[in-house]
T-cell receptor, first 118, second 116 residues
Framework: AQKVTQAQTEISVVEKEDVTLDCVYE???????LFWYKQPPSGELVFLIR??????QNEISGRYSWNFQKSTSSFNFTITASQVVDSAVYFC???????????????FGTGTRLQVTL | NAGVTQTPKFRVLKTGQSMTLLCAQD?????MYWYRQDPGMGLRLIHY???????AKGEVPDGYNVSRLKKQNFLLGLESAAPSQTSVYFC???????????????FGPGTRLTVT
């Protein structure tokens, strides 16, 4: 069975601090996808990144960066120089390819609430 | 493009009442999904569909039914609502890749349902 663990329930930082959100996953599949979604206070879910299990290169997008380490089954997300607008709940998710021909279902972590204050 | 839309945005039901949530997408996606989000539990998959006329159970299907009569619409029904179904419901859709896996899921704005 697949599992995604986001051990940090809530994190508070002061603006301009760097912050890392942890994500640890479990799967028996050799091919899978990992995702991060952002849920701001308005409630919608915003896709941030998709990474497949064969691509361990770190990714940077502006102030956001992701560190994928297969050896530790982790896919951590770092926000550099955080801003108040980064305040949201962030979800890590895992998608399998167990059943060819069926939809890849997302297994979500429980989310990390990030609060950025002035 | 409107993306993924959900109707209604809010609803209050009494125990035992029935209702249908409508999800529509204009991106010609093959796959569609219904999730529920409860505090401290992330999102959990209720039902999903890999194409028009097909549906399948997810992680928490009990008490819900779904139908996909048209590719762009995915309906979630509650036949006899219970307080345990108080939740925020999200619909999502995604492309299909060549290996039949799906790309990232695009989510609707959510429906907040309260059952009293």
């Amino acid at each position: 069975a697949q599992k995604v663990t986001q051990a940090q329930t809530e994190i508070s930082v002061v603006e301009k601090e760097d912050v890392t959100l942890d994500c640890v996953y479990e799967t028996r599949d050799t091919t899978y996808y990992l995702f991060w979604y952002k849920q701001p206070p308005s409630g919608e879910l915003v896709f941030l990144i998709r990474r497949n299990s064969f691509d361990e290169q770190n990714e940077i997008s502006g102030r956001y960066s992701w560190n994928f380490q297969k050896s530790t089954s982790s896919f951590n997300f770092t926000i550099t120089a955080s801003q108040v607008v980064d305040s949201a709940v962030y979800f890590c998710a895992l998608s399998d390819l167990t059943n060819t021909g069926t939809a890849s279902k997302l297994t979500f972590g429980t989310g990390t609430r990030l609060q950025v204050t002035l | 493009n409107a993306g993924v839309t959900q109707t209604p945005k809010f609803r209050v039901l009494k125990t035992g009442q029935s209702m249908t949530l409508l999800c529509a997408q204009d991106m010609n996606h093959e796959y569609m999904y219904w999730y529920r989000q409860d505090p401290g539990m992330g999102l959990r998959l209720i039902h999903y569909s890999v194409g028009e006329g097909t549906t399948a159970k997810g992680e928490v299907p009990d008490g819900y039914n779904v139908s996909r009569l048209k590719k762009q619409n995915f309906l979630l029904g509650l036949e006899s609502a219970a307080p345990s179904q108080t939740s925020v419901y999200f619909c999502a859709s995604s492309f299909v890749l060549r290996d039949r896996s799906s790309y990232e899921q695009y989510f609707g704005p959510g429906t907040r349902l309260t059952v009293t």
